[in-house]
């Protein structure tokens, strides 16, 4: 199986940037489709980005292009999501997932999640 933990996540200023990273234990990583959802308190969970096992292929949702970039370096187990011209409405706790079949943006596609790291962006 895969574990994920996220990390980089903190306060930041409107308009600021933050770099968030998804380090994966297991050797089939690199044939897992990756994704970042985010969920603010009473909210559900949305999509935030996603890229294919070889990092060839990315999806962004709307609300999130432009901004966020999604990368993985498969040798080093590891997924980020660069996160610029941050907004008060980004703040939320951000989740790593790992796919075993293929890239998507449902939550149901996803079989293995991180704990979260908060992100908190002041206006």
């Known amino acids: 199986q895969v574990q994920l933990v996220e990390s980089g996540g903190g306060l930041v200023q409107a308009g600021g940037s933050l770099r968030l990273s998804c380090a994966a234990s297991g050797r089939t990583f690199s044939n897992n489709a990756m994704g970042w959802f985010r969920q603010a308190p009473g909210k559900e969970r949305e999509f935030v980005a996603a890229i294919s096992s070889s990092g060839g292929t990315t999806l962004y949702a709307d609300s999130v292009k432009g901004r966020f970039t999604i990368s993985r370096d498969n040798a080093k187990n590891s997924m980020y999501l660069q996160m610029n011209s941050l907004k008060p409405e980004d703040t939320a706790n951000y989740y790593c997932?790992?796919?075993?079949?293929?890239?998507?943006?449902?939550?149901?596609?996803?079989?293995?999640w991180g704990q979260g790291t908060q992100v908190t962006v002041s206006s």
């Open positions: 997932a790992a796919s075993p079949f293929t890239i998507a943006t449902m939550g149901i596609n996803y079989t293995y």
